[in-house]
């Protein structure tokens, strides 16, 4: 039986097949039930009236009661404009046309008394509101007690008259109608702990508040209801895999022991025995373990992933370990390659340029189990790639990779899927984390190694470029190495590579003694590989890049980052760069290189640089600045399509919910108590109809 909420927005009076049509079109609203859950976006409080003189430049909106005392139309073509004093008893302000200038000139009358709404700005002293609302005062809008709901439309809808006030009224209409078809889609036990106010009416004070107080406790409830059914989502699938799938019981640690204690060249960090512990008890529970390893650059995930490879070995099984890039394959197999020959393991790599014949042996050699731990690029989860038996299946700075390409992993041990360790460096603020790899378990390095010193970040003027070099040359007599990183953004790619080759040949010229690489992303891979290595090994001193360097290349030497325009680059972006450097023993730095004119949050993000080197605090800061739908491998997630909730700012209501969902699964897993009914009965209904969870039917 199709719901009430499943009648197409056609039938609204005064809607329509067409307008409905163009309403589907621009907003995707079909049913009166999508119409419901447009929310507005933001409220304009007609509750108050400003004086003129209170009016300033910051203020979104604000509403006044006054005359016209004189109205003139000045400037010639398309600075032509309709410019009116607005006075009250205090001041006065100017109100401006430039469009309709005709028709408004017109309608306006000296002397009478009228309301006005918009948005002040401030040019000099002056302010001014630029094409506000206006309107003969009556009692009516005089004694207006509301806050007034502004809806998301678009310039298409405009044009039919299809504005913000329009789709309120055809939301009024259903609401109206809607009143008997709304179903409680909470238990009564939570809207008692968490306080919350209905869904009917909350539904009504979203779109038609009463007061401030109502439409708090209306987007409350919302929020809570939102993130709750994606956390029980979430907490839902994790359950059902950990029921469905059987890992193999990796129960052996004697390999580990023993390299531990004879072949680890450094004692681990706390959080890195707390990680291999959680990854321990994962591989031998029998069930298949999907775990994050989260920790910020230079935590020291390798060595984390390589002890818990050894768990698999020491039972006949098969490690891989998959990175993004040729050199971070390299880099990983370099790292493991001593440590797996002196415990006698067979150790492999295999990348793109892996020749025939190599490969022909590495294939035989998976095959017949001789090769234990397998190191590469993506080349390794190609389908002539067949494992005798894979056990556990290593992802390196996971968010170059995508969920395809964990499934072709997955599907490398069809016996018995192999368990899967995924790990970044991308801090990812703890609250995301749980909304987007709610499903996955994470574990946290949040210690780094003893003896790194802190990285010194300064922000430098480009004024003072000399010095900078001056500062340079002193690290490479030093025996140092540096970094300095140019943006490369693809649409202006022509522009940025002309800066970075004009600072190429500055740096030449600065320094002559020295030799200097150059990569870029318009390079051939094999070249940049090449430039790279010669970077590692040290036979230049200056590597100059774009921003290909970013992940994961470890050069212990380079002791300086400087980054160029660092005011383009976003906060994530900073960090990974800076950690590049303060790899070894001696102290490093990054040197962040602007113009004197930033944006007002370009400066936030370079003072948070300075001021601290912890991935996750700036994580937080960056997500406050850009917003949940920008962090790098969150846009295909798909849960973050959220209708009102807001990850950056309602973490409180989100743990809250997880907290909530994580609780009722525990007491009632398959929620067949009556109490729960609502629950059950919400999931059905949008299991039933297309839309997504947490939303309503
Ligand atoms: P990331 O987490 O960024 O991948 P790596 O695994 O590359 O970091 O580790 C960075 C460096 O720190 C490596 O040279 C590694 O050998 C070293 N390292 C890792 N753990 C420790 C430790 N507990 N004590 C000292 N050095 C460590
Ligand atoms: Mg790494």
């Known amino acids: 039986m199709p719901s009430f909420f499943d009648t197409s927005i056609e039938f609204l009076k005064g809607v329509g097949p067409q307008k409905a049509a163009l309403v589907s079109k621009e907003l995707s609203i079909f049913s009166y039930g999508d119409l419901v859950q447009h929310y507005p976006f933001r409220y304009e409080d007609r509750t108050k009236f400003y004086k003129t003189h209170e009016v300033h430049g910051d203020l979104p909106f604000v509403q006044l009661k006054g005359r016209i005392s004189g109205l003139e139309t000045i400037g010639e073509g398309r600075k ?14 100017e109100l401006v046309w430039f469009k309709g200038i005709q028709w408004v000139s017109k309608k306006l009358k000296l002397g009478v008394d009228y309301v006005v709404f918009g948005k002040p700005a401030a040019y000099g002293r002056k302010i001014n509101i630029a094409h506000p609302e206006i309107e003969v005062l009556t009692t009516q809008n005089e004694n207006a007690a509301f806050l007034q709901p502004v809806y998301h439309t678009s310039e298409k809808m405009k044009a039919k008259f299809l504005d913000s006030k329009a789709l309120s009224k055809m939301v009024r209409q259903v609401m109206l109608l809607a009143e008997q078809h709304i179903q409680e889609t909470l238990p009564q036990n939570l809207i008692d702990q968490f306080g919350l106010i209905d869904k009917k009416l909350a539904l009504w004070h979203i779109h038609f508040p009463g007061n401030n107080e109502l439409l708090k406790k209306a987007q409350f409830r919302l929020k809570f209801e939102e993130l709750f059914y994606i956390q029980l989502r979430l907490l839902k699938l994790k359950i059902s895999r950990i029921d469905k799938f059987k890992g193999q019981v990796f129960n052996d640690s004697s390999l580990l022991t023993k390299f531990y204690n004879e072949h680890l060249p450094f004692d681990l960090t706390g959080a890195q025995k707390r990680v291999i512990k959680e990854i321990y008890q994962d591989m031998r529970s029998g069930r298949q373990m999907n775990r994050l390893l989260q920790g ?36 990983h197999y370099e790292g493991l390659k001593d440590f797996a020959e002196s415990l006698g393991i067979g150790i492999a790599k295999l990348t793109g340029s892996s020749k025939t014949s190599e490969r022909k042996q590495i294939h035989a050699g998976l095959q017949d189990g001789s090769i234990q731990i397998l190191v590469g690029t993506h080349a390794l989860i190609e389908d002539t790639v067949q494992l005798k038996n894979l056990g556990l299946a290593i992802i390196d700075e996971q968010h170059r990779f995508g969920v395809a390409q964990r499934a072709k992993l997955w599907s490398k041990n069809a016996a018995v899927y192999p368990h899967v360790l995924v790990m970044t460096a991308t801090p990812i603020p703890r609250t995301l984390a749980m909304t987007v790899y709610g499903d996955l378990d994470v574990s946290v390095i949040d210690e780094m190694p003893k003896g790194r010193k802190p990285i010194k970040t300064l922000h430098q003027y480009d004024s003072k470029r000399l010095e900078v070099f001056g500062f340079m040359k002193k690290e490479i007599e030093a025996g140092h190495q540096i970094y300095v990183v140019y943006p490369l953004i693809e649409e202006s790619s022509k522009l940025d590579l002309k800066d970075l080759m004009d600072g190429y040949e500055s740096i030449v010229r600065a320094f002559p003694d020295y030799h200097i690489s150059i990569v870029h992303g318009k390079m051939k891979p094999q070249d940049k590989d090449f430039e790279m290595q010669r970077f590692v090994r040290h036979e230049t001193q200056i590597m100059v890049a774009t921003t290909v360097i970013e992940v994961g290349v470890n050069v212990p030497n380079a002791s300086v980052m400087v980054i160029e325009n660092a005011e383009r680059f976003g906060l994530a972006q900073l960090h990974q760069l800076r950690g590049r450097v303060g790899r070894g023993a001696k102290q490093s730095y990054c040197v962040l290189m602007t113009d004197y004119k930033l944006s007002k949050e370009a400066r936030t993000r370079l003072e948070t640089m300075v001021k601290t080197n912890n991935g996750f605090e700036i994580a937080d800061v960056d997500l406050r600045l850009r917003g949940p739908g920008d962090i790098t491998g969150t846009q295909q997630s798909g849960v973050l399509d959220l209708l009102i909730a807001d990850i950056s700012k309602d973490t409180k209501i989100l743990q809250a919910a997880r907290n909530a969902a994580t609780d009722l699964l525990e007491q009632d897993p398959d929620l067949s108590r009556p109490e729960n009914y609502n629950i059950l009965r919400h999931i059905q209904s949008l299991k039933k109809s297309v839309v997504n969870w947490g939303r309503i039917s």
């Open 296 to 331: 910020d650059v230079g935590s020291g995930k390798t060595i984390v992933a390589f002890i818990c490879m050894l768990l698999v070995v020491s039972r006949g099984a098969q490690a891989t370990m998959m990175a993004p890039t040729e050199i971070l394959a390299d880099q």
């Open 80 to 93: 032509k404009r309709l410019v009116a004093k607005f006075s009250d008893d205090e001041g006065s302000i």
